[in-house]
């Protein structure tokens, strides 16, 4: 995988727009560029999407949250997570239409191919979550925290981020 990959490239790879990479971390950008050009090889056109915007869709679409409840859910930075690193973010899958435009689709095959390319390169698919699924969240767990709980691990990238250290090295 290619180190230096910033974040025009992401962009330019499938049009995504700039402002959906503001919370990400630069260090996942080469992992990013990897899944949506595996993806493209296996017809699947995505474009990444603010983990905020994805969890906000899925609490109001299958948890019947209201858009102010779903608003909340996802701006409390009381607990960290991955988010908080710049580590996850999200996909909408789209295709081309007759008139070249691409257009978004909701289908949940395409969902967990896209899943299974993601975990095939080292993120995590929240398609896979027991408790609540959604088919458009991938996080990326630092290959230094494979052995630690999930604790350990926030507190060591808080760390690493406080320290203005590379969180995944």
């Given at each position: 995988?290619?180190?230096q990959?910033?974040?025009?490239?992401?962009?330019?790879?499938?049009?995504?727009?700039?402002?959906?990479?503001?919370?990400?971390?630069?260090?996942?950008?080469?992992?990013?560029?990897?899944?949506?050009?595996?993806?493209?090889?296996?017809?699947?056109?995505?474009?990444?999407?603010?983990?905020?915007?994805?969890?906000?869709?899925?609490?109001?679409?299958?948890?019947?949250?209201?858009?102010?409840?779903?608003?909340?859910?996802?701006?409390?930075?009381?607990?960290?997570?991955?988010?908080?690193?710049?580590?996850?973010?999200?996909?909408?899958?789209?295709?081309?239409?007759a008139?070249?435009?691409?257009?978004?689709?909701?289908?949940?095959?395409?969902?967990?191919?896209?899943?299974?390319?993601?975990?095939?390169?080292?993120?995590?698919?929240?398609?896979n979550?027991?408790?609540l699924?959604?088919?458009?969240?991938?996080?990326l767990?630092?290959?230094?925290?494979?052995?630690?709980?999930?604790?350990?691990?926030?507190?060591?990238?808080?760390?690493?981020?406080?320290?203005?250290?590379?969180?995944?090295?």
């Open positions: 995988m290619n180190d990959v910033d974040r025009t490239t992401v962009v330019d790879a499938i049009s995504t727009e700039e402002a959906e990479l503001d919370n990400l971390s630069p260090e996942i950008l080469p992992t990013i560029k990897t899944l949506i050009d595996l993806c493209a090889a296996q017809g699947l056109f995505i474009k990444i999407k603010n983990r905020s915007t994805v969890i906000r869709r899925c609490l109001m679409s299958d948890l019947d949250f209201d858009i102010t409840a779903a608003y909340e859910a996802t701006e409390s930075l009381t607990n960290l997570a991955y988010h908080n690193f710049g580590l996850a973010f999200g996909i909408a899958i789209y295709e081309s239409s008139f070249g435009k691409l257009k978004y689709v909701d289908h949940k095959a395409l969902y967990d191919k896209a899943g299974k390319i993601g975990e095939a390169i080292g993120l995590t698919w929240a398609g979550h027991p408790f699924s959604n088919l458009r969240y991938f996080e767990r630092p290959q230094w925290a494979k052995q630690m709980n999930d604790k350990e691990m926030m507190n060591e990238l808080y760390r690493r981020k406080d320290a203005k250290l590379g969180l995944l090295a």
